[in-house]
């Protein structure tokens, strides 16, 4: 199993394009959510997906819109990249008894 | 919301030294889990532990929930054991209740 896999691994962007961020998981995990962590800190919530079909806000949302393709898929959209989005995002599961959650490797972004 | 303190913020150990990290938080735990970034910045899974304790080699924890704290112990350290140990719970600050609010962390150094 490959558990959460995230595309691309690293980006770099100008100000003002769009990208969008994908993640996988092979877990069978009802739950997705996308993360991001700025230098020197924890990793803050974005949003995440309870099961397919859904989407919530997390603590750090604007700017930001996601998709839950299917109950593997769960994408994270920057249409117009700031530079306080220069972060790196990481992209997690959850499932199981005790709904732990198991995360991706991470996609470093930069915006010039 | 939840709020998460870790201490020490940084810590350096000669290698075989053992080391006790503390996180406290400020609501009831009903999901705690410990991680421990690595240098390349992978997110690896210690500890789901809302309470009781568990061991895992050389690496144990502890959670006394009534008294809302978390301990992580690390003995006879290794360099590999360098790196960010975070620890986390379920719910955030924007009030959902399926993420994690993550401490900012504990900043390891082993030296040889």
Redesign the interface.
């Known amino acids: 199993n490959a558990g959460v896999t995230q595309t691309p691994k690293f980006q770099v962007l100008k100000t003002g394009q769009s990208m969008t961020l994908q993640c996988a998981q092979d877990m069978n995990h009802n739950?997705m959510?996308w993360?991001r962590q700025d230098p020197?800190?924890?990793?803050?919530?974005i949003y995440?997906s309870?099961s397919e079909g859904t989407t919530?806000?997390?603590?750090v949302p604007n700017g930001y819109n996601v998709s839950r393709l299917n109950k593997r898929e769960f994408s994270l959209r920057l249409e117009s990249a700031a530079p306080s989005q220069t972060s790196?995002y990481?992209c997690a599961s959850s499932g199981g008894p005790?709904?732990?959650?198991?995360?991706g490797?991470?996609t470093?972004l930069t915006v010039l | 919301g939840i709020q998460?303190e870790q201490s020490p913020p940084d810590l350096i150990l000669q290698e075989g030294a053992n080391s006790t990290l503390r996180c406290n938080f400020s609501d009831s735990v009903n999901?705690l889990?410990w991680?421990h970034q690595n240098p390349w910045?992978?997110?690896i899974?210690l500890f789901?532990i809302p309470s009781g304790t568990k061991q895992n080699g050389r690496l144990s924890a502890t959670t006394v929930a009534t008294e809302r704290y978390s301990l992580l112990y690390i003995s006879s350290s290794q360099t590999t054991d360098s790196g960010v140990y975070?620890c986390?719970l379920?719910g955030?600050?924007?009030g959902?209740a399926?993420?994690?609010?993550?401490?900012?962390?504990t900043h390891l150094i082993i030296q040889p």
């Open positions: 739950s959510y993360y020197g800190m924890g990793l803050r919530l995440y309870a919530d806000k997390g603590e790196v990481f005790h709904n732990e959650q198991f995360f490797p991470g470093r | 998460v999901n889990q991680f910045g992978q997110l899974n789901y975070f986390a379920r955030y600050s924007g959902g399926d993420g994690l609010t993550f401490g900012k962390g």
